[in-house]
Structures are given as structure tokens and as C-alpha cells.
């Protein structure tokens, strides 16, 4: 029962960090319909510059955290105009793979130069480090924080997406591009916007997960495939389906680590190959975004 | 989503639209006796890098089977990696447990990497887009898992090692400095570009080919496209498998790494590098890469990434066919010139 509850709380944590970073993926995948695997560098530049900010420019955990997000974003915003916007479209899926894999590439090489390549800690407020009583269990504050963190990223976004002018225009886009351009909407714009947010999302991800996916230069690549899988499962430009999957695949992994520690990873692989060959568009696809 | 791996502007590879075809089938035919004349050359000429060499050679033919698959079928994969794997191991086993004739070691290859390619392709091959690409990664995933845990048969995360293959043919010894093993694995690289040349040519090649255009098209005309992907991906299968066992015969061990997820991206790298849908292209791509791989990374493997990333950047953003189609592109300007002169 206590292992269960382990199990429940450490992988509802996990599958939230999941979901912070990959829903920016999905979305980017589902309204441009690039594949990026560049997006697990950019949870990594998030997470390293809010280790920087707060560790050596002495800033607390929740200002280094804006910095780390307002500052990722503007970094890739440069990105978006010289680079992406050149491979938008499914017809350009190979070079979308090259491209942004060499974009990881420059950037794990970069990290490593500014950085080095070991570890990097961002360091937790008391706030944060001690333990919240529910009932009679307790649960590590940090991870209770992560939840809920979770949880309000996915409010924010179901409201951005359906309650806002921003959210009609978006998902007018993601349905039929060249209508909404007809229609007077500016897709350039909706496109920075989004992968802006994307990038945001990223970041945010990448900072609050650096106690469960550790920071350093290969961060990018050894996470980039769980994020994909996420997008994956839960279906390009679906905010649900991407915080289901995250969820299912967060208590998966932690499931089988705790419980099955030599197969962990055989069985999160067989059930995304059973998965997507029953559900190829994605299990929980229904609408989009 | 038909167009997965097409080249993607029509516009980049002007040469292919204006050389009659005449032209590409004169530079094509003059790729493999220059591969296994350039390939003799840096053998006298280097002698001191032939484990270098020899790999090229047998990553060469690695990249050649992903060029089967993408080049000529379309089919984004980030798993190929997964048939070279199986392909290694099975040579490795083969020789330690029963038989290290190189041969029967390359034949064992082959038959488990075309096993694997068939098994997994025909339960993947439906998909398309990021749903193939994360298929083809759980795959490969999956293999490295089996590996990892088949401890008695694989070594696990230690490796496979204690591979010694027989003489080639009973006569030649594989030396210490690594002349036999080149001089091998660089007859099995020209083997396997001729065949490769010669199913690209018959009409299973052109069929793929056509599916590759407009698999719409070809159920139109009565074949079935998921077939020939299927054969396709088993053939290349069979490619990978091979270059697998060949890596396991000259260099004598066999990690995990290589069915690793890095290793599918390295060689489709490689083969943007060199160019898609060519064959050629996959060699020129794998000795560039690891060539400078090679001189790079003796300083900083961190900078060697930064420079291969940059070096990915431009090729999709200014030269969209690779290193090939470069070359090909200067040949059509040289021969212009020749026709205005």
C-alpha cells in the first residue's frame, strides 16, 4: 500500500513534468506541423538558466524561474524566424528531423562550452523541500508542487485555447490553415505566438522537472524520445490527450521502475508499439488542440 | 503526407530535371569501380588509419540500407539502427557459440536483420509521419533492451566480446594490423553497392520507387504499397544486418550502443550528408562524417557536435540533396560550360 502510493504520487509528478514540456510539442506539431526534437533543448536551456540565475546571480527560486522562461523564449524567438518557419508543413518531415537535430547538436555543444558537462543543481527554497501532511499520508512538498504546477498549466492552457480571441484563431489555423489566412488571421504571427508559447512551455518544464530528469549537456537528447512518445500517444495538437498520455506514461515508467526494475523500459517501449499500431493518430485523439 | 522523404523543393536538384537521364545513369554506373578504386588508393596511401577506414567501410553499408529505405522507399526511420544491432549480435553469437567463419557470420547477419526488418516492418509500416518515426524508435529501443538484458547470450551492458573470426576463405588471416579486415570489409561494401544497384534497378526497385511518388497511384495500377515497403524494409533489413555482422567480424566486439537510438540518427546524418537516393551518396556521406569526426573529436567531443550541427543546418537550409548532389550540380555547370565553349 505505502509502495502503491509511492508509485502514485512520484508518478503523477513525473507525468506532469511530462506533460509541462510536451505539450508544447504537440502544439507546435499540431498547428505547424513540425517535429521537433529540438524542444528537449529547449526544456534544458530553461533549466540551465535558472540553475545559473539562481545559483551564481543569487536570484530566488521563483524570480530565476521567470528569467529562466522570459529568456528561453526571447533566445528561440530568433529561431523561429530564420529557421523554423523555412520547414512548417508535413511535407518536409526529413528536413525538419535534420534540421533540428542539428539545431540540439549546436546547442548541447553550446551548453557544454558555456556550462561543462557535469551536473547541474537548481537549488530548492525551503518552501519547497519539506513535506505536506494529506491526511495520513505525506507527500514531498516538491512534488506536490509539481502537480499542482501541472494542474494549473493545464487550466491556463484549456482556457487560453477555448475562452480566448487568441485560442479561436489558433484553432481555426490548426483545422485549415489557408482558411484562417483567407479569413484575415494573421498565421505569421499565430505562429511566433505559438511557438513562443511552446518554447515557454518548454522552459517552464525543464526547470520545475530538474529534480527527476537531472540537468546536463545530453539532457536534450536522452529525454527528447519520452516527449516524442507523449506527442505520440496522445495525438499532435491535443492538450487532453497530451496530459492523459503524460500522466499514463509518467505512472508506466514509475511503475515499472519501482516494481519490475530489469523490464522497465521493455515495457514502456512494447505498450507505445501496441499503442500506436492499434491507435496510429494517437490514443486519446479526438478533436484537435 | 504522401511526400514523407521526398525531396522537398523541386527546385533543389536541378540537375536531376535537366541532365537527361542518359547522363545519370553514365555518373552512377562510374560510382562503385570509383568507391573500390578510392577505397584500394587510401589503402596504400593510409596505411596507419585502416581501423578508421574500416569502419567507414562498414558504416558505409550500414547507410546504404538506410538509403534503401528512405532514399528510394520515403520512409522516415530513426530505428534502422535496431537491424544492425540484431545483425551484430547474431554474427557475434554465431562465432562465439558455433561457427566464426566470416561468411556463415555475415550470412547469420543478414538473416536476423532482414528477420527483425520483416517482423517489425510489416506491424509498422501502416503508420506514417511522427507516429512511424516513434515506432521505428521503440523498436530499436526494444532491441537494445533485449540486449541489455539477455546477459548470457549478449553480455549485456559489458558487450560481446571474444569474437574471433576464421581466415577469409581459409587464407587470409585477420592481422593485428587490420589489413585483412579492410581489405574485407571494403569487398563486402562494393558487393553489397553492386547488389543494392542491381534490385534498385529491377522492377521491385522501380515499384518502390513509385511509392515513394504517389503510393496512391500504384494501389491505382494494382500493386500494393505496403507491401513493397514492407519488402523494401526487409531487403534493407538484410543490408543493415549485414554491415552489423561485418562491424562484429573486423572489429571484434559488439555493444549495446549499436542498436542504440544516437547510432539510427548518426547514419541518417550521414546520409543527408551524402545524399539521399543515390547509393554513392551513402559512402561520400559516411567517410565525410567520420572522417572529420575523426579529427575533430580527438580534441573535444562536445565540438565536434557543435560543428556537425551547424554543418546539418546549412545542408538543409542551402543544399537540400546533400554532398552528391553538389557534386552533381558542379558536373552540370562544368558540362554546360563545355557545351557553350
Known amino acids: ?289 | 503526407m504522401t511526400s514523407v522523404a521526398e525531396r522537398p523543393d523541386p527546385m533543389s536538384d536541378p540537375v536531376s530535371r535537366h541532365t537527361p537521364p542518359a547522363a545519370r545513369r553514365d555518373l552512377g554506373w562510374i560510382g562503385i569501380p570509383l568507391v573500390a578504386a578510392v577505397g584500394l588508393a587510401a589503402y596504400w596511401l593510409l596505411p596507419d588509419d585502416l581501423a578508421l577506414l574500416t569502419r567507414i567501410a562498414a558504416s558505409a553499408l550500414f547507410v546504404l540500407s538506410l538509403d534503401l529505405v528512405l532514399g528510394y522507399g520515403g520512409i522516415a526511420t530513426l530505428g534502422q539502427a535496431a537491424m544492425f544491432g540484431t545483425g551484430a549480435y547474431a554474427a557475434g553469437i554465431v562465432a562465439v557459440n558455433w561457427i566464426n567463419d566470416p561468411f556463415a557470420m555475415l550470412a547469420a547477419g543478414g538473416i536476423a536483420g532482414g528477420g527483425i526488418a520483416l517482423a517489425t516492418g510489416a506491424l509498422i509500416l501502416h503508420a506514417r509521419g511522427l507516429t512511424l518515426l516513434m515506432l521505428t524508435i521503440a523498436v530499436g529501443q526494444i532491441v537494445q533492451e533485449v540486449a541489455n538484458k539477455a546477459r548470457d547470450w549478449t553480455g549485456g551492458s559489458d558487450g560481446l566480446s571474444g569474437i574471433d573470426p576464421a581466415p577469409v576463405l581459409g587464407l587470409f588471416r585477420f592481422d593485428m594490423f587490420g589489413r585483412t579486415s579492410y581489405l574485407f570489409a571494403l569487398a563486402v561494401l562494393v558487393a553489397g553497392l553492386l547488389v543494392a544497384r542491381r534490385i534498385m534497378r529491377s522492377p521491385f526497385g522501380l515499384a518502390c520507387r513509385g511509392v515513394r511518388e504517389d503510393p496512391l497511384r500504384i494501389s491505382a495500377i494494382g500493386g500494393s504499397p505496403k507491401s513493397y515497403l514492407v519488402a523494401l524494409y526487409a531487403v534493407a533489413g538484410v543490408f543493415a544486418g549485414v554491415a552489423g555482422a561485418l562491424t562484429a567480424v573486423t572489429s571484434g566486439i559488439v555493444g549495446l550502443d549499436s542498436a542504440g537510438f544516437p547510432w539510427s540518427a548518426e547514419a541518417l546524418v550521414m546520409l543527408v550528408l551524402g545524399g539521399t537516393g543515390r547509393l554513392y551518396g551513402a559512402v561520400i556521406g559516411t567517410a565525410a562524417f567520420m572522417g572529420i569526426h575523426h579529427i575533430l573529436a580527438a580534441s573535444d567531443p562536445f565540438h565536434w557536435m557543435g560543428f556537425i550541427g551547424l554543418f546539418l543546418i546549412g545542408i538543409v537550409l542551402f543544399l537540400p540533396g546533400g554532398i552528391a548532389s553538389g557534386l552533381e550540380r558542379l558536373g552540370g555547370l562544368l558540362r554546360r560550360k563545355e557545351d557553350r565553349a
Open chain 1, 1 to 289: 500500500m505505502e509502495t502503491m502510493f509511492g508509485i502514485a504520487v512520484d508518478g503523477v509528478a513525473y507525468g506532469m513534468i511530462l506533460f509541462i514540456i510536451s505539450v508544447g510539442l504537440s502544439v507546435t506539431l499540431g498547428l505547424m506541423r513540425v517535429v521537433n526534437l529540438a524542444h528537449g533543448a529547449f526544456a534544458m536551456v530553461g533549466g540551465y538558466v535558472a540553475s545559473y540565475a539562481a545559483q551564481t546571480a543569487g536570484l530566488s527560486y521563483g524570480l530565476a524561474l521567470v528569467v529562466a522562461v522570459a529568456l528561453t523564449v526571447l533566445a528561440t524567438l530568433p529561431l523561429e524566424r530564420l529557421l523554423y518557419r523555412r520547414i512548417y508543413g508535413s511535407a518536409n518531415e526529413l528536413a525538419q528531423v535534420l534540421l533540428t537535430i542539428g539545431l540540439t547538436f549546436v546547442i548541447v555543444a553550446g551548453i557544454n562550452y558555456l556550462f561543462g558537462p557535469t551536473l547541474k543543481r537548481i537549488p530548492l527554497p525551503e518552501m519547497l523541500t519539506g513535506t505536506v501532511e494529506l491526511g495520513p499520508k505525506a507527500i514531498p512538498t516538491h512534488r506536490a508542487f509539481v502537480i499542482a504546477a501541472g494542474a494549473a498549466t493545464l487550466l491556463g492552457l484549456w482556457w487560453l485555447l477555448e475562452r480566448t480571441d487568441f485560442g479561436i484563431r489558433l484553432r481555426a489555423a490548426v483545422d485549415d490553415p489557408a482558411m484562417a489566412a483567407a479569413l484575415g488571421i494573421r498565421t505569421e504571427r499565430l505562429y511566433l505566438a505559438t511557438f513562443a508559447l511552446g518554447t515557454g512551455l518548454a522552459a517552464l518544464g525543464g526547470v520545475l522537472g530538474a529534480e527527476l530528469l537531472p540537468l546536463e549537456p545530453y539532457y536534450a537528447i536522452r529525454y527528447i524520445v519520452l516527449f516524442l512518445a507523449v506527442v505520440a500517444v496522445g495525438g499532435a495538437g491535443s492538450i487532453f490527450g497530451s496530459a492523459a498520455a503524460a500522466l499514463a506514461l509518467g505512472i508506466v515508467d514509475t511503475a515499472g521502475k519501482y516494481l519490475i526494475p530489469n523490464f522497465g523500459e521493455f515495457f514502456f517501449y512494447a505498450a507505445l508499439i501496441l499503442i500506436l499500431f492499434r491507435w496510429p493518430h494517437g490514443f486519446f485523439k479526438g478533436r484537435a488542440a
